[in-house]
């Protein structure tokens, strides 16, 4: 690779892990797009905060569980950008419920949104990454995919699926110089584990053997060691960042 900046996309870069990824990659140098479901605002604030990181940032809306937004917007980050260096595929939503009272809408919206989105997004690029000869997927899993959670049956699935859509991407690409690892976070401090209750938070924290909720800068520290040219011969793995929660 050449001196030329590297341009990161990250998908769910509006707020939580996703924010905190992608400043982290601004940090380390590099140019940031993100991509957002909704949330305007958010979006704006991050492009504010990576600009300020001295970043080029701009974000898309894209419904990542949507192909045809998909291959729109990865075109438009190609455009303005003039190519993508490093995916991170963040973007997901919980939609938690016993199984039984499971709806499929549910079960259809979580799954589009983790685990298809990321498939959109990994083949929106794949051809990009094979004529460049260089690429550095993360996606983000859990520790729920590897071991499934009552309550959490479509989420536990979707990172599951993460994790076996990470590992095929890594042997399809490795022979191109393309690396496509996966971050499984544990317990972390995030919008998404805001919404526990105090008692079902103190019950979690007691089964961390290192005593703590884990940030969203642990994650983002992970996740740019992997989308760095230090993990060049590293793919196909999955890094916990749980505090020791699944050993």
Known sequence: MSEQKKTALVTGGSRGIGRAVALELAQAGMDVAIFYAGNTA???????LLTEAGARAKSYQCDVSDLAQVKQSVDEVLADFGGVDVLVNNAGVTRDGLLLSMKEEDLDRVLGASLKGAFHMTQALYRHFMKKRYGRIVNISSVVGLHGNAGQASY????AGIIGLTKSVAKELAGRGVTCNAVAPGFIASDMTAAMTQKAKDATLQTIPMGRVGQVTDVAHAVAFLASDAAAYITGVVLRVDGGLGM
């Open 42 to 48: 958010a979006a704006e604030e991050s492009v504010a």
């Open 156 to 159: 536990s699935a979707a990172k």
